[in-house]
């Protein structure tokens, strides 16, 4: 698999924007055409998790079982020729089964004993964390380092990651047995949260009929990793707009209760809101957005586009919308009735 463990996202590189703008959009529409030949009715989710994976951020993919979660995944690990690893979350996972760990080594030769460091599955470009919320909350937080820093410490010395790298998490809901809601803290390290639902009657007949067929699907790659990171940068150069941006902050600052003024619905039925990470990544989101158009300046619909998934696992619930059956999108849409949207193109 094609590594840029050697590019560093964070150097900026001379190039020519409009042209990476419309690979990126070309690179888009490719990947999308190759995922439909095994993923039926998803398109949504896609576009979400290209968005922030073109931005250089994390996800969290929830649903049911059987809603091809794991398989986009993988997928999207073949067309874009990353190295792919899965991590299954079970209560019995440790720390070091994640991050990896010292052992003592002994040089046959010289009977000199050493400590080496066997790196674990996180040093990979996508890592799955598959039903994360199945796993205590001290092996859910050897993935803070990780998603934040891209980086590994173990016994004081500090290890950095294959580049590009995501984390894709998925959860299982938290009605179920044996399962730890994640903090907050590690919540807001994931870009977005991407909702993948049951199919319609007629996409379902379609996957059926495909699922259970001789016929093998082969994946073509699209995408290479160092140019994964050059989108990334190209991500971060389109414009947003100073108006747009005030709408951003001021969207996020609507879902918090303690904040004065805020609206009555928010104090009724949210416990605690967005916080500034749900507003630098929403205008990431936006800008990987209008970037995936080709666009080099952000719209008030490339926002629109990432309310939802940016603010979804980011604003909790109070009692009281559990007992009127409130869901956290029923909230966000009126968050973003309650926010007057600027008048610009």
Known sequence: MAQASGSDPKRVEEFDLPAVLDRVKTAGRQVLA????????????????????FAGGHCMIQGPPGTAKTILIASLAKVMNLEFKRIQFTP????????????????????????????GPVFCNILMADEINRTPPKTQAALLEVMQEKQVTIGGKTYPLPLPHYVLATQISL??????????????????????????????????????????????QVIAGDELLRFQQAVRRVTLPAELGRYIVDLVAASRPTVAGCPDFVREYIAWGAGLRASQNMA??????????????????????????????????????????????????????????????
């Open 34 to 53: 190759e995922l439909r030949k095994i993923i039926v009715g998803e398109d949504e989710p896609i576009d979400q998790v290209l968005s922030a994976m």
């Open 284 to 345: 990431l989101a936006a800008k990987s957005a209008a970037a995936q158009d080709g666009r080099d300046t952000v719209t008030a619909d490339d926002i629109r586009k990432a309310i939802v998934p940016v603010l979804r696992h980011r604003i909790g619930l109070s009692f009281r919308a559990e007992v009127d059956r409130v869901t956290v999108e029923d909230v966000i849409r009126k968050l973003v009735e309650s926010v007057s949207e600027p008048a610009v193109a």
């Open 175 to 220: 009605e179920q047995e044996g399962t730890y809601p994640l903090p907050e803290a590690q919540q807001d390290r994931f870009m977005l949260s991407v909702a993948m639902n049951y199919l319609g009657e007629d996409d379902e007949v379609q996957v059926v009929r495909q699922s259970t067929s001789l016929s093998r699907v082969e994946l073509k």
């Open 92 to 119: 019995d996972l440790m720390p070091s089964d994640i991050s990896g760990t010292e052992i003592l080594e002994e040089d046959t030769s010289t009977g000199h004993r050493f400590v080496k460091f066997v790196k």
